[in-house]
């Protein structure tokens, strides 16, 4: 499955209506920090396949998402579970911290 993307225009259909829990990136391609979080989310997606879906969200390209849901600093990491942010992760971290950040939403269902 791997990463996908998600836009303002599909962030309702592709996120809030999701049946599985779903990992949302806020990034954008000047951040160096964002970049580095690209192949553990990468590794994370398709070791998850299934019980999570991870997307990318481009704050420059889709402000309406990133407004809605106050991103004030990227890389961010939200957590949807029924349509409702359930966890927020702010800056890069080791694919283990991912892993252990998000545990308890691997495989929840809706």
């Known amino acids: 499955m791997g990463l996908g993307q998600v836009t303002d225009a599909s962030f309702a259909s592709d996120v809030e209506q999701s049946d599985v829990?779903?990992?949302?990136?806020?990034?954008?391609e000047w951040c160096g920090p964002c970049r580095m979080m690209n192949p553990i989310l990468e590794e994370f997606a398709?070791?998850?396949?299934?019980?999570?879906?991870?997307?990318?969200?481009?704050?420059d390209e889709n402000p309406?998402?990133?407004?809605r849901?106050?991103?004030l600093s990227i890389?961010?990491?939200?957590?949807?579970?029924?349509?409702?942010?359930?966890k927020?992760?702010?800056?890069?971290?080791?694919?283990?911290?991912?892993?252990?950040?998000?545990?308890?939403?691997v495989g929840a269902t809706a």
């Open 69 to 71: 849901f106050k991103v």
């Open 64 to 67: 309406e998402a990133a407004a």
């Open 21 to 28: 829990p779903v990992l949302v990136d806020f990034w954008a």
């Open 75 to 86: 890389p961010t990491m939200l957590v949807f579970h029924k349509g409702e942010v359930v």
């Open 88 to 105: 927020q992760m702010v800056g890069a971290m080791s694919r283990q911290r991912l892993d252990e950040a998000l545990a308890e939403w």
């Open 46 to 59: 398709t070791a998850h396949d299934g019980q999570m879906k991870v997307v990318k969200l481009n704050v």
